[in-house]
């Protein structure tokens, strides 16, 4: 597909029309974690419904948003759902969000994702710092005519940014709670992973899994911004317990960590210089 053909534009004069003031930081908000929205002072609302070329709540089942407003000190754009390859979307339409936000002025981006733990040291509820990942989802956010102001190739060599992640290390460490670091391979979905897929994921030097981010990291970079990423372990990836993998029970895991990625991103927030 032509990534030209979603109007990034006439998205971008929707939801700026509503703004008071640009954005400096895009958060993205996976699946269970959206209650940061509520800390939002002066916060605006759009309704992904009132962005021009994104899919009627009934196509996608359950609705997102946009909230705008000002947390710890930051003016933030946060955006609560995002658009998922398994639901059948395009690409440049799973992508726009970010596009969107950048073209509002955030400079840099924090993404949150659920994800399935492989390494030893995730379990449900524990958080992970993404370090590095794994495009495992067989396509590439950047294929196609090369976006106007788009890095044709971006470098990966440091997908997530150094200054980001230290900050967020210094932000856990002070408030006394647990970040793991590791390296996030992103897959297709709808379908949890097979044992076998597991057991090659961890060969592979993947720690945890997931449906999601990649292909808006990949966007990010590509128009030169940092990127910050948290994975919230909701289960043990497949065949690594006993447990069989029901979606509901994957997402009611981790109220607790929730909050704890909350604060940590609160933190993360309170020290990014403007
Ligand atoms: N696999 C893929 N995606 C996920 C998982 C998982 O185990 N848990 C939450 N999202």
């Given at each position: 597909m032509n990534p030209m053909s979603f109007d990034v534009k006439r998205a971008v004069a929707a939801v700026g029309a509503k703004l008071v003031d640009p954005p400096e930081v895009l958060l993205v908000l996976g699946s269970g974690l959206g209650g940061l929205v509520e800390l939002v002072e002066d916060a605006v609302s759009v309704s992904f419904e009132d962005v021009p070329g994104f899919p009627p709540v009934g196509v996608k089942g359950h609705s997102g948003r946009y909230v705008a407003g000002s947390l710890d000190g930051r003016r933030v754009l946060i955006q609560a759902g995002r658009f998922h390859l398994y639901e059948g979307l395009p690409m440049e339409l799973v992508c726009a969000p970010v596009r969107i936000a950048a073209a509002l002025g955030v400079r840099a981006c924090i993404f949150t994702n659920a994800a399935g733990g492989i390494s030893r040291k995730l379990h449900p509820g524990s958080l992970m710092l993404i370090d590095d990942h794994i495009?495992?989802?067989?396509?590439?956010?950047?294929?196609?005519?090369?976006?106007?102001?788009?890095?044709?190739?971006?470098?990966?060599?440091?997908?997530?940014?150094g200054e980001l992640q230290r900050?967020?290390?210094?932000?856990?460490?002070?408030?006394?709670?647990?970040?793991?670091?590791?390296?996030?391979?992103?897959?297709?979905?709808?379908?949890?992973?097979?044992?076998?897929?597991?057991?090659?994921?961890?060969?592979?030097?993947?720690?945890?899994?997931?449906?999601?981010?990649?292909?808006?990291?990949?966007?990010?970079?590509?128009?030169?911004?940092?990127?910050?990423?948290?994975?919230?372990i909701t289960n043990h990836a497949a065949g690594l317990s006993l447990e069989l993998l029901d979606h509901d029970d994957v997402m009611a895991v981790g109220a607790q960590a929730r909050v704890k990625l909350s604060k940590i991103i609160c933190g993360v927030l309170s020290r990014i210089q403007s």
């Open positions: 495009n495992l989802q067989w396509r590439s956010a950047l294929a196609g005519a090369v976006v106007e102001g788009d890095e044709r190739f971006p470098d990966m060599s440091a997908p997530y940014d900050i967020a290390v210094a932000a856990a460490l002070e408030l006394g709670e647990r970040l793991e670091r590791g390296t996030y391979a992103a897959v297709m979905g709808p379908s949890y992973e097979t044992p076998a897929e597991v057991r090659m994921l961890a060969k592979m030097g993947a720690d945890a899994v997931g449906m999601s981010t990649v292909p808006e990291v990949i966007t990010a970079r590509a128009m030169g911004l940092p990127c910050l990423g948290f994975s919230l």
